[in-house]
């Protein structure tokens, strides 16, 4: 039994190039393969090599257990709601700095308590 979904690595593929505003061109021509087969990729239809999968983690800096499977790497993350995980790993770096102040707060709150 497959622990993954070609359509979900194809979601997280499209959250991840939306996040860094790069189109299906662009990823297409960074890994020698065509728009098309990225289209496909992003539906559910096809899968990538595993030497893509490694380039598209390398891209948008993110871990192959995120991409395939949608884990995250620290066990302490699995905690945090999925939004946070989201935002954590968009690559959207206005976002996560403003996670990040947000949780600065929190624990400035947090030790005055």
Do not use: W
């Not at 499977?69 to 976002?95: E, H, Q, R």
């Amino acid at each position: 039994m497959k622990d993954y979904k070609i359509s979900e690595i194809g979601k997280r593929l499209s959250k991840l190039r939306h996040s860094k505003k790069m189109t299906q061109e662009t990823l297409a021509e960074i890994l020698d393969v065509s728009t098309k087969h990225i289209s496909h990729v992003e539906r559910g239809c096809a899968s990538l090599s595993l030497g893509n999968l490694v380039e598209i983690c390398k891209i948008f800096d993110c871990s192959l257990d995120y991409l395939v499977l949608g884990n995250s790497n620290n066990a302490v993350l699995k905690y945090l709601p999925d939004t946070i995980i989201s935002i954590l790993n968009s690559g959207n770096i206005a976002d996560i700095n403003m996670l990040t102040r947000y949780l600065e707060i929190y624990a400035e709150l947090y030790e005055q308590k």
